[in-house]
Structures are given as C-alpha cells and as structure tokens.
C-alpha cells in the first residue's frame, strides 16, 4: 500500500520539543512517509537532524546524557544572551555532522526571526548547523546568532509553529505539532522520583562550583519569570496561527508537560510523543 505523505510543521517549546521525537517514530511505524519538515526552535534541531537522517544518534546521546552532561554544554559567555552557543553546537556538530539543507533527502526549512526588521526568516538553504543554530536562539538565553549580516533569535517570537513553508508542498498532509496547548490536569509523565530528587542535589552542587548565580536558575528568578512570558506569548501567537491556517491535523502538547529545560526526561517525553499521535491520529481517522 502506497504510504501517505505528510508535510510535518514542528513548534517551539524546549525540552517539549522531544515529544517531536516520539511523532516522528509514530507516523514511521503507521506508513507515513514525511518528505517535507518546517520547524523553529527545538523544532528545527529535531526536524534537522531527522531530516539528514541523524536522529536516533541524537536520542542515543540523549539517553546516555544527564543534567549535568547537560549543563557543561551551556558556556556562559554570551553577549547579548547568558550563552553563547558555542559549546553546544560543537556537541551538535559531533552527532550531526556537516550537512547542506539543499542536499537532504527531505525538503527542510528552520524559521527564525530577525529582531531588527521584525520579520520572519526562512532558511532553506546553506549548511544545516547554522540554520538550526539562528532557529534556536532563545531570547535572553542564547546569543543572536548572525546570519548574512542579520541578528537573528528563536523563531518562536514570531511564529511558533510555522506553516506557511508548507503551502507549496505537494503532500497528503500537512500535520503540525503545537508545543504550546492548553495545560492538562492529568499527570502526564511517570517520574522516577528518587533519582530526580538525586539528579537535582547533583546540579545544585555543580551550579554553585561554576558560579552561576542563583538569580539565573531560581525558580522565580528574573530569567524564568522573563521564559515563562515567553512561552505564553508563544501560545497565544500559536492559537492565532492555526485558527488562522489549519493545518489537516494538529497534535497538540500541554504545555505543562516538562520544563523547558528538561532534557533529562528525554526517554519520557518521547515516549508521550508517540503515544499523543497515535490517538489523535485515530481519532481523526475515526
């Protein structure tokens, strides 16, 4: 049986963004064949490293990573951003390698936001780790990133899940992922308390031996109060854009899911993806 085509849009939302994950492998296992990924932020990084066919090395190192593995990636260098970045991409670089979008065998697009002329960018050609760092540049978090003399940040500022590179595509689909629905009360997660209480004695001393101060990490620290605006603003730009443009199907994440930060709950966040697809993809299927 011939398999569906599907242009996959995925969003903005940190460590949410593993659930992309979790999507990918689900429509994979059904008989959907993705040609085409648009993506900001996390989705970006995810849908690039699909796209050039790297993602299980990204989930391998993910599940071997913890918070700490984690925390020596973020260089607090940046100007214009607590981190510049670059440590982080040198790890990316490890596990991707050096792709050209224009050379991928899947139509890939990163969107990104230039904070100067207050218009989106997509970039859709050139090499792939440039494009994927421009997309994630978290306000306040991550140094612009400067791309053919523009200062870009997060395309989550603008359009966290953005469509519109779809238009043209010639596919079944369109199915967009939403990183930023309306919060769930159920407990979405299965949480090995004992070793997250364990993990977080771990990076309490590893923040304190580097010096990172403790208005940065705290849970109403100026940074976190200035993220959460962030993500709410993300969530109500989203909502516009899908009433807006409706993809075919959208696959909604709460938003309380993880932290943005999470990463260390990769294995669990994934394993969400997956099975959010698969029901509401039979749901929409009847």
Not at 33 to 54: D, T
Not at 170 to 196: C, F, P, Q, R, Y
Not at 199 to 214: F, N, R
Not at 243 to 248: G, L, Q, T
Request: charged content about 25%; hydrophobic content about 40%; some cysteine.
């Amino acid at each position: 049986m011939k398999k569906k085509t599907v242009s996959l849009v995925l969003g903005s939302g940190g460590a949410r963004g593993l659930a992309h994950i979790g999507i990918i492998k689900w429509l994979e296992d059904n008989g959907y064949k993705i040609i085409s990924i648009s993506g900001c932020s996390i989705g970006a990084l995810i849908g690039g490293f699909y796209a050039a066919g790297k993602l299980d090395a990204y989930v391998d190192w993910l599940a071997e990573a913890d918070g700490i593995d984690l925390l020596k990636l973020l260089d607090f260098k940046g100007t214009g951003g607590l981190v510049s970045g670059d440590t982080l991409m040198s790890k990316m670089k490890e596990l991707l390698g050096e792709h050209m979008i224009e050379d991928l065998p899947i139509k890939f697009t990163a969107v990104a936001s230039d904070i100067d002329t207050e218009k989106e960018i997509w970039i859709n050609e050139g090499p792939l780790l440039n494009a994927i760092r421009a997309s994630i540049s978290l306000p306040l978090f991550f140094t612009p990133y400067m791309y053919k003399g523009r200062a870009l940040v997060d395309g989550g500022v603008l359009n966290p899940v953005p469509i519109a590179p779809t238009f043209d595509d010639a596919t079944d689909l369109t199915i967009a992922v939403n990183l930023g629905a309306e919060s769930s009360s159920e407990v979405l997660l299965e949480e090995e308390i004992e070793k997250e209480q364990s993990l977080g004695a771990q990076i309490k001393e590893y923040i304190s031996s580097v010096s990172i101060p403790t208005s940065v990490v705290s849970k109403n620290s100026m940074y976190s109060i200035a993220n959460r605006s962030f993500e709410t603003m993300q969530g109500t730009i989203a909502r516009m854009k899908l009433a807006a443009y409706p993809p075919d199907i959208e696959i909604g994440v709460p938003r309380n899911l993880c932290g943005t930060f999470e990463f260390n709950k990769s294995k669990a966040i994934i394993e969400y993806g997956y099975h959010l697809c698969e029901k509401t993809l039979k749901e929409k299927n009847g």
